[in-house]
Each structure stands twice: as C-alpha cells, then as structure tokens.
C-alpha cells in the first residue's frame, strides 16, 4: 500500500480533503496524470487552414495547435528553444511563421527552426538548427473532430484511451453526418478552485441540482431531469442512469430523448430539430441511441478535464493553475446542420446558462471555492469527504456499455473517477495503469 | 460627432450616477424603470489577436457575457428574488463607480450616445476582493417619463473573467 493509497477509499466512497490542498500532490498530478494522459487540445474546426494555430494548454505548459500545409496537425511547447519565451501570445490566428519577440527566432508552422538573426556573425554559422525545433507532443490524433494530445509516447492509442465510452461520444460526436463545430469563442473564467471539484461535480453531482441551482431552476422552470425537481425532492430516478467503470471517464444521461432542451425559453425550434432528424440519427446511431441518448439531457466527463453537456450543448475544459485554482473555457458545440438561426439559439442559451455570467454556473463557483478554502486548514485538511450514494447498486445493462448506477442522484461516477485518480497516481508507467471497460473488467482489476 | 448640451451633458451624468446607486444597493426593479421595453443589453470579453492577423473570415464571432433583452434580464433578476441564490445571502458589498462620461448628439433628436467607463469592486466574505473594468457605449432616449436606457453594449477589460461570478449588472 503506497502513501497515497489512503487518500482514497474506492468501496466506501471516501476522500482526504487533503487532495484539494496540497501543493505536493498537484505537482505528483501535473506528472501522472496531466502529463500521461490524452487531453483534448482543439477542435477541426478552430484549425482549417494551413498555420492556423490555437494557444492552449496541456496542465500547466503552454501548447500551440497547428495545422499542417500537408492537413495534418502538429502541436508544440508555446516556448522558444533558446531562452525558453513565450513564442505566441495571440489566442488563435493564422501565421506562416512563429517568431520569438525576445531574439527574433523564427519557427515554420511544422516547428523547424527556419531564422536565427546573426547566424554567421555570432554564432559562425555552426549552429545546428535541426536540434532547436521546437518541442513536439509525444502523439496527437483526431478522434471524430476533437484533436487530442499527450506528452506520454507510452500512452495506450486514443482509441483505447477512450475505450467503450466512445459509445457514448459517438451519440453527439458522430450521431450528424457532417459532425460537429464550436461556436463563438472560448469564455474563460478564473476560479480559486481544485481543477478536480468540477470535474467530480459535472461528472456524477446530479444531487446539487435542486438545491445549489434552486434559484436558476425556478427561472428557467421547465427542467424535470430523470424526475428531479427545484428543491432536492424528486429522487424517482427511473429513466436516468449514472454510467462509469470506463477507465475514469463518465457518463450522467436522462433517456428521454429531448430533456437537454428543457432549459430553453422557447423548446420548439429544437425540439423540432429533434423530431425533423432522429430516423437519421437512429439509422446512424441504431434504435437505442437514436432515441435514448440523442437529445437527452447528457454529460459526459473524458477524464481528466474535459466535459461535454449534449442537450445543453456545452463543451468545456479546466485548466489546473496550481493545487487551489484553474481556468475554465466553455463554447457552445452544435450539429454543423443546425439552422443559423438554431446555432444562434443555442449560443445565446450556453452563455445565459453556463457562461460568466450563467445563471446556473453563477450558482457553483462559491462552493467549490469554499470546499477548496476547507481543505487548507490544519485540521480540516486532515478530515475526510464523501461520495457513499448509492453504494452497491452498480449493475450491469445489455443496452449500453460500462457499470451503470440508477439515477442521476447518485455518487458512483465520482467514486470511480477518484479510483482513476488514484490508479494513475499510484502507477510508475502505463504499464501499471489498468484498463477496463465493464462492471466485470472493474471488479477484477480493483486495487490491482 | 457633436457634443450634447451641458444640461443634457449633466442630466444623463445624473442618470449614470444614479443607475449606479441603484445596482450597487441590487435595487433591480428600480433599474428596470431606467430601462426601455426594448432594452439591447449586452456584454463581450476581449481576444488576443494579432493585429496583423488575417484569419478574420474563419475567425471565430466572439461569444457574449450578456447579449439580454428585458425578458432575459428579468429572469436574471428573478432568480436573484427567489431567495435561493446563497451566494448572495449574507449580501455582498458591490459599488459600481462611473467615469469618463463623455455626451453626443445622434441623428434622432431625443437620443444620445452616452461613453463611459465602469469599474466595479466587490467584497465577499473576509478579505477577498475583485475588480472588473469595463468600457460601456450607451444609447439613451429622452421619454415622456425621463430618460430610459434603449441599447448598452460594454467590453469586460480581462481576456479571462477573475471572479467566480457575476451575479450583479454593470
């Protein structure tokens, strides 16, 4: 049993709140699991052209996104390779080369070093320019229009990275033949948070909708997910599951097969939508799905940080700035065969709802700061948290993949994305890191 | 552009003095009795572009904070009356301070552009302290009832949002 085995206790839903303080345990998370896993760094359609680019980030490095002039996609350290500045400040753009404002180094948007002022003069013309390109990701692959990346060579294929929740990314990613776009920019918000309590939050917390967002509930009124009402009442969960057990990614989904449009002022543009396209997308996507999943009010968490809320129609990544804050960028993400005037809709409803100024995020930040600021102290660092909802109703569905709970008022999905935690905390390479798509596969790789 | 006259110049800086006064103390419905029917309110954050940057067709439209019209700011002050918004209770101290006013003239005769400079600090529980900055365009028309805000659009200064809210107007 290693030292951090104790931080986490996968049976009976427990954590030490010392996981949402301590600046040692960022710096093993920044090495483990943000430096090992796939992230998701941009969408296609941020990048079309040859030397578009996107300024983000992987944890805590910086990384610019670029398409290729063959079409491919290539993604670097935002970093000089002489003095190490930072080699763009733009958030996106288009660029045929990179060139450092600090010595003038210039990089083509395949990264080689292309331009070094004074090259004769100073440097006698013996520097190798082929050794100071700058510094690649390990891999990068597409899966489906959102381009991910890892620094880890070692890392499994994205595609067994994702694994069978892909059934569920599918339902959005690829129920619309010609995909999907980000709408609108990035709104970016700083928080004095631990990147993990919204990730735990949108990954299972259906528990604090009737009483957190109370308020934005009320408003927006025509909202009963999986029965759940204003006021933390309603916990008749039947057509609702909580699905988990996909190495570390979840899945929260309402099966009704049009709740996600329940928060909109006027429904009936997108719910026409629905009706006017579902025969395409159950011939795509088969009955279940058809009808079940798309449309449904859905999140889904690709560990570690990044969330997608199909039906609200949000895409959203945390990016961890130390062991007390991140930096949340939200878009809107549509069927690229929406309407203009439905994409507009939709914009409109992302940032009423969850942007800055959202009336449902406005209600989450304060917690989460505070969960944060209780974790610090002496002696509240050293007390514990639970997750022990509805612990023993994991089952097993022929319809859909993974170990799937009753309900969406239920803790099972952040009991498993604290187990992934600590698997990939606890593994010296990917080699000790466990893969399992099912409550059987779950079972018999716990605590291995 | 021509500069309005020093009555409706210092009337219309009594009315952002005043619309002030009013948000910082939440007054919401007095607010909205400042605001047209047809208010056009909103928001946007900047983009870190550069300047030469020539992917402007692909680029993408910048995404509003605020893009409101008085249905949706009345369902925003409506939740804030429902009495379960807990980041606001215990009440949170909010000023709102007005600067740079500068008046013109538009081609309607009873309306004028009115610029001016927002910032706005708030303190929440113990020590903690945010600032936002804003640049706010507005236009205002003179109503049979007095001055009513028709349209305001404002650029939030930060390319990210520091604060875990805003659950206030600007």
């Not at chain 1, 909202?223 to 759940?228: A, H, I, R, S």
């Not at chain 1, 909109?264 to 009955?287: A, C």
């Not at chain 2, 552009?113 to 303190?123: A, F, G, L, N």
């Amino acid at each position: 049993m290693s030292k951090l085995d104790d931080l986490i206790d996968f049976k009976t839903g427990r954590q030490k709140r010392v996981i949402y303080s301590d600046p040692d345990i960022y710096e093993q998370e920044l090495e483990k699991i943000f430096a090992r896993s796939w992230l998701f760094v941009a969408h296609v359609c941020q990048i079309k052209e040859p030397g578009d680019f996107i300024r983000t980030f992987m944890g805590e490095d910086e990384v610019l996104v670029v398409r290729q002039k063959d079409g491919g996609v290539k993604a670097f350290l935002n970093s000089c390779t002489h003095r190490g500045n930072r080699l763009c400040k733009a958030d996106h753009g288009n660029k045929k080369t990179f060139v450092c404002n600090y010595h003038g180094w210039g990089f083509g948007t395949d990264g080689a070093l292309n331009g070094v002022p004074l090259e004769k003069e100073a440097y006698y013309n013996k520097l190798d320019k082929g050794k100071f390109g700058l510094i690649e990701v390990a891999q990068i692959k597409n899966y489906k229009g959102l381009i991910f990346a890892t620094f880890d060579e070692e890392a499994p294929s994205l595609e067994e990275y994702l694994g069978e929740m892909k059934w569920y990314l599918d339902s959005w990613l690829d129920a619309m033949p010609e995909g999907t776009e980000l709408i609108g920019t990035a709104m970016k918000v700083e928080l004095p948070v631990n990147w993990k309590l919204p990730v735990e939050n949108v990954s299972g917390d259906g528990y604090h909708l009737g009483w957190a967002h109370a308020g934005a509930m009320t408003v927006t009124s025509s909202l009963t997910v999986g029965g759940l009402e204003v006021g933390n009442t309603g916990t008749d969960n039947d057509g609702a599951v909580s699905v988990a057990g996909l190495n570390g990614h979840t899945v929260l989904a309402a099966l009704d097969g049009q709740s996600g449009y329940g928060f909109y002022p006027d429904p009936t543009i997108p719910l026409q939508y629905l009706k006017d396209n579902r025969e395409t997308v159950i011939g795509r996507l088969g009955k279940y799905r058809g009808e079940h999943l798309w449309g449904s009010q859905i999140n889904l968490t690709i560990f570690p940080n990044l969330q997608m809320l199909p039906g609200l129609n949000w895409f959203r990544i945390y990016h961890p700035k130390g062991p007390g804050k991140f930096e949340m960028w939200t878009w809107a993400m549509v069927d690229k065969e929406m309407s203009d005037e439905l994409k507009q809709m939709i914009l409109d409803n992302v940032s009423r709802t969850f942007g800055p100024a959202g009336l449902f995020d406005n209600d989450d930040g304060d917690n989460l700061q505070a969960i944060t600021e209780q974790s610090r102290g002496w002696r509240t660092r050293q007390m514990d948290v639970y997750t022990n909802m509805a612990i023993g109703g994991e089952q097993t569905r022929d319809e859909m993949p993974g170990v799937v709970s009753d309900g969406l008022v239920c803790e099972q999905n952040q009991r498993y994305v604290y187990r992934r935690w600590l698997e990939m905390m606890n593994a010296d390479s990917w080699a000790d890191i466990p893969n399992y798509n099912s409550l059987e596969e779950a079972r018999a790789t716990e605590g291995k | 552009m021509v500069q309005a006259a020093d009555d409706v110049y210092l009337a219309l800086q009594r009315e952002l003095f005043h619309e002030a006064r009013l948000l910082s103390a939440a007054d919401y419905d007095g607010w909205v009795s400042m605001l047209a029917d047809n208010i056009k309110y909103s928001m946007d954050m900047p983009q870190r572009r550069f300047i030469e940057d020539k992917s402007n067709d692909r680029a993408p439209k910048k995404t509003p904070i605020f893009d409101d019209d008085m249905a949706a700011l009345k369902m925003r002050i409506e939740r804030f009356k429902t009495g379960f918004v807990w980041a606001e209770n215990p009440i949170n101290s909010i000023r709102h301070i007005i600067s740079n006013v500068e008046v013109f003239e538009t081609k309607t005769d009873n309306e004028f552009t009115v610029y001016s400079i927002m910032e706005v600090h708030r303190s929440r529980l113990d020590a903690e302290r945010k600032r936002l900055t804003a640049g706010r365009k507005d236009l205002w028309q003179v109503s049979e009832t007095g001055y009513k805000l028709v349209k305001r659009t404002a650029t939030l200064d930060d390319g990210v949002v520091l604060d875990s809210n805003m659950n206030f107007f600007f």
